[in-house]
DNA sequence: TGCAATCGTTGGTTTCATACAATCATCTTG
DNA sequence: CAAGATGATTGTATGAAACCAACGATTGCA
């Protein structure tokens, strides 16, 4: 246990930053969510990050059935946030796409948080920023990646 | 622009590990949301950090009106997680508490979690560790209290 | 004391998410 | 080419969440 003693006020820490990083997160995703559910939002974080997909792939990578997809799905088209595609190749096949609109949504998220993030950045020591990247490595291959379905519980 | 360039990289990091962050979230709160949903599970987070609170003053801190809010706890009380009190100096007013079993599943959240941010600490080198904890105190404190407001919205 | 304000529940509705079963269209394969 | 398999939608149903409006109980104040 002797070398192991600085791992508890270590966890500590971690866990007082994952709150605030928690609070950037959730707020950065505060506007999308009046404009679209969750589940719906998810979809669109997926289909902007894998490009546009099959329904029932869409439906298994989010753990759905795929009737209840087709549901959700109907819901993204009929607010212009994605559209139904045809695919030549295999015609019983149809593959969801983003919309500019759908894209547009994810990116607004995106772009937030990742400016409330460098807003914090900006009111550390530069001296400290520098640590700071270094430590997050570490800390991010020690974590690993996180798996795409664990993610899509939060909306990325 | 020349003494803020740092600040791309750093905000790079900073979304990288909180992807990792969320991953651990989203993992520690899993399990219990099999349980209870998320709006309820939000209710048993805000009990068990604030103590048993008014009926009304829960629908306001979760942004709900009082009459979604009654339909909530009835769901709690029906599966066992919280229980309505009488408030012997106003008896107009209901208290609504967690029961142990309410506490027990965010208590088992709130280990599981730590534990997987203890698993990744500790597979970090102790001079890491230690760096870490310094740049995640000043990222935090950078960052400031996010709302409680902000927090439920993801479930704590 | 009596009336207005406050607190919570209940009735009535709507929207969303979800599942299962049935169906239609299209491939694939024997 | 004729099954059988596959992909998606639709019919049907349930349950959670959310709102507004109406109501009953209790307080508080004038």
Known sequence: MSKGDDIR???DATVTASRALLGIIARSMLPALEDVSLPQFRVLVLLSAAG???MGALAERLGVTVSTFSRTADRL???GWA???DNPDNRRE??????EKGL????SVTDHRRQLIEDVLGRMA????????DSLRAFTDAAGEPSV????ILGL
């Open 9 to 11: 006020p270590a966890a």
């Open 83 to 85: 559209v139904r595609e």
């Open 126 to 133: 530069p001296a400290e920023r520098g640590r700071l990247v």
């Open 149 to 152: 379905a664990e993610l899509l």
């Open 52 to 54: 546009p997909l099959r």
């Open 94 to 99: 149809v593959i969801l796409a983003p919309t």
């Open 77 to 79: 088209v009929a607010g």
């Open 104 to 107: 547009g949504l994810v990116t």
